[in-house]
């Protein structure tokens, strides 16, 4: 198995495309990574796109949740979204509704993420279509 991770920046938003198994091992090591890179460098605003992900275990899901958690902390959020509804009970029982918020697009995602920039009137939707992918 394997996991690709693809990252997009967009200002002070972060996207990572995840592809394959997030699984025990390589994956789940290069997942971490992925993220710890992320936070030291003070991007502390990320989206996680689960649309490609074909698998997902507990050593997966808890990598996820201990990000977040140290993200919150350090007053960022990490969102997750996935096109495909199905691709979220990859983890049958995990209930992830209940530890993070998961959205069906990134638009969503990133209007979940920036309350506090839609407050002050940005079109968070607007910023993002404006945005081109990398």
Known sequence: MSLTITQRDQDVITVLDLKGALVF????????????????????RVLLNLTDLSQLDTAGLDTLLASLAQYRTAGGNIAVY?????????????RLETSLQIFPSEETAASGLF????????????????????
Do not use: I, N
């Open 25 to 44: 091992g390589e994956e789940d090591a290069d997942f971490r990574s992925a993220l710890d890179a992320l936070f030291w460098a003070g991007k502390t």
């Open 82 to 94: 996935s096109s495909k509804p199905s691709g979220l009970g990859l983890l049958p029982g995990a």
């Open 115 to 134: 309350p506090d920039l839609a407050a002050k009137g940005l079109d968070v939707l607007e910023y993002v279509k404006t945005h081109p992918q990398a």
